[in-house]
Structure formats: C-alpha cells, structure tokens
C-alpha cells in the first residue's frame, strides 16, 4: 500500500513540476517578467543617445524611397522580428493600398533578398541599419515624420520614440497630452507607449494621473 501511495505522490509531484514549468514558459512567452520602463527611463535613453538617434532617423529616411512606407523591428543581428512596406501616394504622401507585413524572417535568405531589392537595398543595408540601432539602443524604427523609432519591448508592448525634425503643430501637442497612450516631451520628442493585444495599453504615469 506504502508503495502505491508513494508512486501516486511520485507522479502527482512530477505533473505538478511540468504544470509549474509551463506557467512560467507561458508567462515568459508574454513577456510578464519583462521590464516595464517608465517615462523618465525613457527620457534618459533619449538624452543620452540623441546624436545616435537622430543620425538613425536620418539614414532610414534617406535609403527609405519616397513613395514607400517602411517599418522594421530586429530581434537579433540576423533576424527581424517584424517587416512591413507599403506604398505611398506620390502626391499626398499618404499611405496606401494593402501592406506587406511578416514576422521572424532571416535577413540571410533569398527571400529577403527579394524583398528589400526593389528599394535599392541589400544585405549591407540591413548590417548598417541594424548597427544604427544598436548604437541608439533602439530596436525598431518607422519612416515618416515623426520618425516612430522603438526603444524596447515590454511583454507584447512597444515603447516608441516619435521624433520630430521640426516643432510638431500645437494641435499635435494637445493630442499627446491627452492621450493615455503618448506622452509629450519637447517640440520635437513625444513618448508612445503601444499595447500588444494583451496588457496594459497606456503608460502607467498617465493612468495614475487620470485616477486622481
């Protein structure tokens, strides 16, 4: 009997290990044990890699072709996390038509290749873009203006820098200031905070400020 309840307890304790280990995988998975930057954070990352940033802001809207819409996230040296492009109306600059949009794609495959051929790119292109970003500590980056470069991940969450080459109109400001979402800065710098489709969707200073 001593010996059946002890293969019982054997097998309960080792579903009870793989259910603890999943949890955590699981959590893990959705980035519950991510930091979470606040906006002074994200403010000192800015000051501190200004040079680097605007430098990264200039180089991707110069290779990026005016009748394109770009967006780019890397996961590591090799692999994108996110890729997307679309046109443009040549007039407006507005966005249109449906978008290309990809995750985890290798930057070393023929695939690729065809992808970024037709913008006058190359492997090369990737290596110096991917070492702009890393020299401004950023990850992610959008082409227009603002410029949307991402700083980090916080779970399925995007912390973004909306950088400006010109004061941004006062009807820009009000909506930064009254989003939950944004956060303004300077003229030229508003803070973004993008929920995935799981988890918080504002910054956490601009909720505490709306509760009190």
Not at 125 to 151: Q, R, V, Y
Request: glycine share 8%; proline share 4%; hydrophobic share 40%.
């Amino acid at each position: 009997m001593n010996k059946i309840l002890k293969s019982i307890l054997i097998v309960f304790g080792i579903f009870i290990v793989i259910g603890i280990a999943w949890f955590v995988s699981l959590m893990s998975a959705f980035g519950v044990f991510d930091k979470v930057y606040s906006t002074d954070d994200l403010k000192a990352s800015f000051e501190d890699k200004k040079i680097e940033i605007y430098e990264l802001k200039r180089y991707f809207n110069r290779i990026v072709p005016k009748n394109r819409f770009v967006e780019i996230e890397f996961s590591s040296d090799h692999e994108l996390g996110r890729f997307g492009i679309k046109a443009l109306d040549s007039t407006a600059g507005d966005v249109t038509g449906p978008m290309f949009l990809e995750w985890n794609l290798s930057t070393e495959t023929a695939k690729m290749d065809s992808l970024i051929r037709p913008m006058g790119w190359s492997r090369a292109t990737l290596a110096e873009l991917k070492e702009k970003l890393d020299n401004a500590d950023c990850i992610k980056i959008e082409s227009g203006e603002p410029t949307k470069i991402g700083f980090k991940r916080s779970g399925m969450g995007m912390y973004l820098f909306n950088v400006f080459d010109n004061p941004m109109p006062d009807s820009l400001k009000r909506y930064y200031d009254e989003s939950c979402a944004y956060m303004y800065v300077g003229p030229k710098l508003a803070l973004e905070y993008g929920g995935g489709a799981v988890g918080p969707q504002c910054f956490g200073e601009k909720m505490q400020g709306a509760t009190k």
